[in-house]
């Protein structure tokens, strides 16, 4: 029976937003560095002064102005890195609620496979980069066994969307799993270029340390792989 793998293409995933609370921490932490390099100074100087001319008044004054300033700073760096950690609280929690929605709802993802649930007809998505005399899709099951052979005569350049109806060449029904599609393509004997597309419900969403992950009937998904995503076709 097939075996379940993630659909993921060379390109980055998404995930919530998590660096300016780091960067507004690192510069409290600075901050509090300076605040204490600052009073070891200023007890070094005071009990190294010269007491016959001890340290004015007006310069002690002068002092405890820039530690004020330095205290002022390290509040607003503190009171930056609490609201970033909110703001990316806030940004996580409505990420997930979003990705939560998404459930039940139809995705189009960019994979050269087909899932069969065991019972509907599987859609299976194409788009032609031009026009093809002939165009032939080889399905396969886990064990890379050729279950299926379509021959879809001439096709247009664009988008294509058909129907398998999960039986083998025999005509007998196949097991519920992910199916790998082999495309071959030409025009006037030179290859055309087909982009195939795994197309299903969406069934769970799972929050992970990068993110949260799609599972498109029983095959988890990354974001990047997630082409469409639309309300589900009738009739299957």
Known sequence: MPTSTTVSPNKPSGSAPKGNASLAQAAAQRA?????QFLRLLVTQLRNQDPFNPLQGQEFAAQLAQFSSVEQLIQINQGLAQHFQSSGLWSQSLYHLLAAGLIG??????????????ERPAPISMSLSERADAL???????????????????????????????????GNRLPRGLYRIEVEAQASGKPVDVKLFLVGLITKVQYTGDGAKLWVGDIPVDWSAVEEIRQPQQGR
Request: no cysteine; proline share 2%; charged share 30%.
């Open 105 to 118: 709802k139809e995705a189009k993802v960019q994979a050269s496979a087909v899932f069969f649930d065991g």
């Open 136 to 170: 032939t899709l080889r399905l396969k099951d886990a064990s890379g066994r050729v279950v299926r052979t379509l021959q879809l005569g001439p096709h247009a350049a664009g988008s294509h969307e058909l129907l398998w109806d999960g039986t083998d060449e025999r």
């Open 32 to 36: 509090q560095l300076n605040r204490d």
